[in-house]
Nanobody, 123 residues
Framework: QVQLVESGGGLVQAGGSLRLSCAASGRTFSNYAMGWFRQAPGKEREFVAAITRSGLGTNYADSVKGRFTISRDNAKNTVYLQMNSLKPEDTAVYYC????????????????WGQGTQVTVSS
């Protein structure tokens, strides 16, 4: 089992920044690729960003490329999502997820999920 706890969400004006954190406990963190997903009201959960076990490889949704940065610190068992130039359409509940071994952008392929943190961007 891997337990994931997100933090760092909140209310921010358009153009602002937030940094989300996801702290993991349980199994060996470095065995898991990590992803960030988001879900807005009435919409399906969508991929935002993912990072390989080593942190050397990343993947981003087109909608966040150039604005969001995913990173991880395996010594601290934590993955981060730096979000800059936020837009109202980024408003959603953000979830981190862990997948054993290989990075993927597909939600149902992830093994463990956090409870989510709300991000609200006002115009």
């Amino acid at each position: 089992q891997v337990q994931l706890v997100e933090s760092g969400g909140g209310l921010v004006q358009a153009g602002g920044s937030l940094r989300l954190s996801c702290a993991a406990s349980g199994r060996t963190f470095s065995n898991y690729a990590m992803g960030w997903f988001r879900q807005a009201p009435g919409k399906e959960r969508e991929f935002v960003a993912a990072i390989t076990r080593s942190g050397l490889g990343t993947n981003y949704a087109d909608s966040v490329k150039g604005r969001f940065t995913i990173s991880r610190d395996n010594a601290k068992n934590t993955v981060y999502l730096q979000m800059n130039s936020l837009k109202p359409e980024d408003t959603a509940v953000y979830y981190c997820a862990a997948k054993r071994m290989v990075l993927t952008t597909t939600p149902h392929e992830y093994d463990y999920w956090g409870q989510g943190t709300q991000v609200t961007v006002s115009s």
